[in-house]
Every structure is written in C-alpha cells, then in structure tokens.
C-alpha cells in the first residue's frame, strides 16, 4: 500500500486533475467550461501555501508515475458559531476524495481521509462534515461519520465572473 503524505503547492495541478476525475464519475454535473480548473489550481496554490493553512490535502502519490498523484482527500475549517454539542467555533468540511480509477480498492482514500481526520483532531476541531457518494459511503462509515438530521440544501447564485480575492 502506498504512503500518504500532505499535498505541497507543487501537488496543485495533479490535485485539480484529480478533481476532474471525481466530477467525471458523475459527483457534479459536467461543467460548461474549463475555467473551474484555472480558479481550482489558484486557489490551491494559495491556501495550500498559507503559513496557517485552512485547507490541506492529503494524497498518496502513484509509484507508475513521477509527480503524479494516485489519490486525494481535501478539506477545509469553516468557522462558525459554537452550540451545545461544539462549543467550538471551527469544524471541517471534508470534499473531493477521489482516486484515479486504475488505483482503486488499495485503501488509498482511507488512508487520505483517516490523515485528514488527524490533522482536524490535532487542530481541536471536533465536527467533521463531508457529502458522500453511494459509493463513499461505507467508507465514511467505516471511519464514524453518520447521516445528519438535515440534509444538505444549495442555491446557486448567479455571476458575470469568477474573481479571487486574497
């Protein structure tokens, strides 16, 4: 089995490849254009290499192929008032856990997801929420998250263009 590891900004394109993986497995509708994956790569680049990251990747890298990734798991800190279960006011997003498909069912993504679950643990933070796939979720499960009374709601606001503000 492969080692896991946490992504660097020199992992940023293969992260956003492999984000481009996941939405071809039919997890988001096909986007309309590839701008997403310019947006995707600066956005990487930039939280990947804050000083006191609020989004990190775990990946494991493919032993085929120099440089390229056989898997990820990325999450980020959502800050939010605390209540009675979290009195804290920082919880964790978990998103785009993918494999490459030639690399499936080797427990790469278990592994990903168990170092990401460590990194919120070493940071105090408590609540960790994902969305799952069918497919994802034994393993999500398996490592103890549970459905949520509520179930996650989206709107989708409309824009003329996509800006990043640092």
């Known amino acids: 089995m492969g080692e896991v590891r946490r992504a660097t ?14 939405l071809e497995d039919g997890a988001s509708p096909e986007p309309a254009t590839d701008e997403w994956r310019r947006v995707a790569f600066e956005v990487l680049q930039i939280r990947l290499a804050a000083p006191d990251p609020t989004m990190v990747a775990f990946v494991v890298d493919r032993a085929d192929r120099s440089g390229a990734l056989a898997a990820c798991a990325v999450g980020a800190v959502d800050c939010r008032l605390g209540g009675p279960d979290d009195p804290t006011s920082e919880s964790g997003y978990v998103f785009n856990v993918v494999t490459d498909p030639d690399q499936r069912r080797r427990g790469y993504s278990r592994l990903c997801v168990t170092a990401l679950l460590d990194w919120y643990r070493d940071r105090g933070i408590r609540t960790v929420d994902l969305r799952a796939s069918p497919s994802g979720e034994p393993l999500y499960h398996s490592l103890g998250f549970g459905r949520t009374t509520y179930p996650a709601m989206r709107l989708r606001l409309p824009t003329n263009q996509v800006t990043l503000e640092h």
């Open 9 to 22: 900004v020199a992992d940023a394109a293969e992260l956003v490849r492999l984000r481009g993986v996941f």
